[in-house]
């Protein structure tokens, strides 16, 4: 898995040069702020919407995770109670060490939101700001980063994060920064070339005539006007990175037992899939919905942010 396409600095610095996103920064910073929600109603982005709904409860049953479940509830091994069926006792079932599933997944949620909201929080806070000194600066050092993030870039994002968690160990924390270092190189290459087209920008230029130094410059006039790409580019980055996280705990490289995160769950349980199906299928299918809910999400505020459709739709 190599991280989603990466448009080319002609194609970004095309688009920005060609849309209002820099002259309307006095006024939102590059983003619409007539409501998202009244934005899909209006649109009637009925699917988009329900997925932001899914989302919203997915994050409240995680934040009340420690009300609704207790942790030894959750970690406790009971085998009187092994692999009971969904049923009025257990809403959706036990596990082969008769452990609650609902318990453990609404606890790998919690785990698994935690991982993807701070690996891609930190990985957008080195990359957007290493893409906003190699497109402002054009010297040797940041053509060297570039072609550094270039390599980074050339090698699946599971394997490099692969390789972190080999050196950092099995922990919540070493998962975070392995996906973290994968997702970095995505944001320096993705923002470098809008920073290079806007810093050619009558208001910047204006700004630098006038005395105001570089990193105000990046602070208060270039990074605010890629606001709206970094939104979008962070929704797809989480749902990416909830994949890659499951995947390492599938592989037996997240968090060691018992703590209950989704991919180790699905990997657990793949011996009884063809007796006790529902012990796969459900911590799997609440791993798919989560992903494809960001992805609509995504999709849909993409569309909210773009200037273009923005301005078609006045």
Avoid at 37 to 46: D, H, I
Avoid at 83 to 94: C, H, K, R, V, Y
Avoid at 210 to 230: E, F, K, T, W
Wanted: with cysteine.
């Amino acid at each position: 898995m190599s991280g989603p396409p990466i448009a080319s600095a002609a194609v970004v610095e095309k688009d920005l040069a060609s849309t209002p996103a820099a002259d309307g920064a006095s006024q939102s910073g590059g983003i619409r702020t007539d409501g998202f929600v009244r934005y899909l109603f209006a649109a009637r982005r009925w699917i988009a919407l329900f997925s932001l709904s899914v989302l919203c409860c997915i994050f409240a049953a995680a934040a009340l995770a420690p009300w609704l479940f207790s942790w030894e509830a959750i970690t406790q091994v009971n085998l009187d109670q092994a692999l009971i069926t969904p049923g009025s006792g257990f809403w959706l079932g036990t596990d082969e060490l008769g452990r609650d599933l609902l318990g453990r997944i609404v606890w790998g949620a919690r785990i698994t939101l935690v991982v993807a909201f701070g690996s891609v929080g930190l990985g957008m806070a080195v990359g957007v700001s290493l893409g906003a000194i190699c497109g402002f600066y054009a010297n040797a050092i940041t053509g060297a980063v570039m072609r550094l993030m270039d390599f980074m870039i050339a090698f699946p994002r599971t394997l490099v994060a692969i390789m972190v968690v080999a050196v950092a160990g099995n922990s919540v924390m070493s998962l975070t920064i392995a996906i973290a270092i994968s997702t970095m190189p995505i944001y320096v290459r993705f923002f470098a070339a809008p920073v290079r087209a806007l810093k050619e920008r009558e208001f910047v230029l204006a700004s630098r005539a006038i005395g105001v130094g570089d990193l105000r410059l990046l602070a208060a006039h270039v990074i605010p006007n890629i606001g709206s790409l970094i939104i979008v580019q962070a929704t797809t980055s989480l749902a990416e990175a909830i994949l890659i996280g499951s995947g390492l705990s599938f592989l037996g490289l997240g968090p060691p037992p018992p703590i209950p995160e989704w991919g180790a769950m699905i990997a657990n349980s793949r011996a009884h899939l063809a007796s006790h199906p529902h012990v796969l299928l459900a911590p799997g299918l609440v791993l798919c919905i989560v992903i494809l809910s960001f992805n609509l999400v995504g999709d849909a505020l993409r569309d909210y942010v773009d200037p273009r459709s923005r301005t078609s739709r006045r």
